[in-house]
Antibody, heavy 120, light 110 residues
Framework: EVQLVESGGGLVQPGRSLRLSCTAS????????MSWVRQAPGKGLEWVGF??????????EYAASVKGRFTISRDDSKSIAYLQMNSLKTEDTAVYYC???????????WGQGTLVTVSS | EIVLTQSPGTLSLSPGERATLSCRAS???????LAWYQQKPGQAPRLLIY???SRATGIPDRFSGSGSGTDFTLTISRLEPEDFAVYYC???????????FGPGTKVDIK
């Protein structure tokens, strides 16, 4: 059974940093691109960024709203994807979901989400 | 940048009725990369439809997707109580911002 479990969320002050983790199981993690999607309270879904599999260079892409502040990385030996968030702003407050990108098959598996609250 | 618009914003229907949700793109989208997701309160989104018209694993056949180019539709043939939720369309493109979600359509009980 495919499972994605996020961790690392919490309350953080504006300007500070936070790192989220997404621990995967039930599939060959290294074969897939992984993505982060967030949802501000009461709002819709917003794509944050993704990291390709090593077979496709392991490169990353980001939404304009987080580019230069957020970094996605992966440790295929541990089946973990990370989202390093720096210079956090109040508008980054959201539930952050880790999701597997399966190309034509879409975002086919999602974690339960972890809440990040940026507030002084 | 491709913008997805969903209509209506809210759809009020009764169980057993047919629901038709629209997703319109600001420019042509590859059908291969148009998906629909369902989200219930307090839950993560769930993939319903990929490739514009293919049902994901375990999705009942009352859900169907269609469309091409800039106009896509999600149809729920007969609403079950568990289908009342928010539905998002999503596209993937080969240039930034790569992934775009529509604003969502809420299907609620009339």
């Amino acid at each position: 059974e495919v499972q994605l479990v996020e961790s690392g969320g919490g309350l953080v002050q504006p300007g500070r940093s936070l790192r989220l983790s997404c621990t995967a199981s039930g599939f060959t993690f290294g074969d897939y691109a992984m993505s982060w999607v967030r949802q501000a309270p009461g709002k819709g879904l917003e794509w944050v960024g993704f990291i390709r599999s090593k077979a496709y260079g392991g490169t990353t892409e980001y939404a304009a709203s987080v580019k230069g502040r957020f970094t996605i990385s992966r440790d295929d030996s541990k089946s973990i994807a990370y989202l390093q968030m720096n210079s956090l702003k109040t508008e980054d407050t959201a539930v952050y979901y880790c999701t597997r990108w399966s190309g034509w098959y879409g975002f086919d598996y999602w974690g339960q989400g972890t809440l990040v609250t940026v507030s002084s | 940048e491709i913008v997805l618009t969903q209509s209506p914003g809210t759809l009020s229907l009764s169980p057993g009725e047919r629901a038709t949700l629209s997703c319109r793109a600001s420019q042509s989208v590859s059908s291969s990369y148009l998906a629909w997701y369902q989200q219930k309160p307090g839950q993560a989104p769930r993939l319903l439809i990929y490739g514009a018209s293919s049902r994901a694993t375990g999705i009942p056949d009352r859900f169907s997707g269609s469309g091409s180019g800039t106009d896509f539709t999600l149809t729920i043939s007969r609403l079950e109580p568990e289908d009342f939720a928010v539905y998002y369309c999503q596209q993937y493109g080969s240039s930034p911002p790569f992934f775009t979600f529509g604003p969502g359509t809420k299907v609620d009980i009339k």
